[in-house]
């Protein structure tokens, strides 16, 4: 009996021991230091530098067109059809350029369709006559003739930085505007004008005849591949289709949308056609045509 008493002493010794002895305190970390907050002064100061620099660029953008009197560009048409993978939707738009004149010329056209529509207004002031909340345009997909638009390109790497992180900080807070407002859709012609290099090259023809290879000019490609595959991809990627004939060139671009959560179809095309074999004043003509309710063709 002695002998267990002893035991279970040793042990509730032993364990009073292991218990009392302090664990090993953690050692502390140095805080991180708070993220600084930007101050009223500096956000208006960042936006005003933003709008000097928007007001910088279309300042040196020609926004009217300077007509040229030997073309005649013709009636524009616009069709909706399902594309041939099913994953979306083109818009067609045609148009003709007639030649007044019999020497052959070189134009340079670019065809832009977009999905515009206004930032809703949660709170309307009711005292103010004219809120500046409303009217306010933004572009929600794009798709240009004859190469898409790079993200950034319209903007550039600088102020799409801008943009981006305002837009993430309008999500942060809270905000319930939270579609990105720029680039507008004036931003987006005032870049296409300084950029009338990349734009699609055509030939209008007078009493000369075209070639052969110059009669029909398309970007569509298809490969053993696509052949041989049930369902075509290949037509996603076309963008425009050229058929060119004395004193008349027809001119067909194509504009693909994506099937996408809240889908919205184009709602307006711009057709901008320059001459760039001009020393100044390039644009010849520019047209804005609002599409409307377009059915699908069946």
Do not use: C
């Amino acid at each position: 009996m002695k002998f267990q008493t002893i035991l279970v002493l040793f042990f509730l010794s032993l364990g009073n021991g292991f218990w009392s002895e302090e664990a090993p305190k953690p050692q502390p970390t140095a805080a991180a230091a708070p993220a600084k907050e930007e101050s009223p002064e500096e956000a208006t100061k960042k936006r005003l530098e933003r709008r000097k620099e928007k007001a910088a660029v279309l300042k040196d953008a020609q926004i009217l067109p300077a007509e040229d009197p030997l073309l005649e560009v013709g009636k524009i048409n616009l069709t909706r059809k399902v594309a041939g993978s099913a994953r979306g939707e083109f818009l067609d738009v045609q148009f003709n350029l007639n030649n007044k004149d019999f020497k052959t010329k070189e134009y340079q056209v670019y065809v832009l369709a977009v999905n515009e529509g206004t930032v809703p207004v949660y709170y309307k002031s009711k005292w103010r006559p004219d809120d500046p909340q409303e009217g306010v345009y933004v572009v929600r997909h794009n798709a240009l003739s004859p190469e898409p638009l790079k993200e950034g390109a319209v903007l550039g790497d600088k102020a799409t930085k801008v943009v981006q992180e305002e837009t993430q900080n309008r999500i942060l807070d809270g905000r319930l505007v939270k579609e990105q407002l720029e680039p507008n859709l004036d931003d987006y012609i005032a870049y296409l004008i300084k950029n009338s290099d990349k734009a699609l090259k055509v030939k209008l023809f007078g009493d000369e005849s075209p070639k052969k290879e110059e009669a029909l000019i398309s970007n569509f490609k298809m490969d053993d591949a696509e052949l041989n595959r049930d369902v075509n991809y290949a037509t996603e990627a076309h963008t425009y289709t050229v058929i060119a004939t004395k004193y008349q060139t027809q001119i067909s671009t194509h504009h693909y949308s994506l099937y996408r959560p809240d889908y919205k179809f184009f709602n307006k095309v711009v057709i901008l056609v320059f001459d760039n074999s001009r020393p100044r004043n390039k644009l010849v003509y520019r047209a804005i045509q609002n599409i409307g309710n377009l059915k699908l063709r069946s």
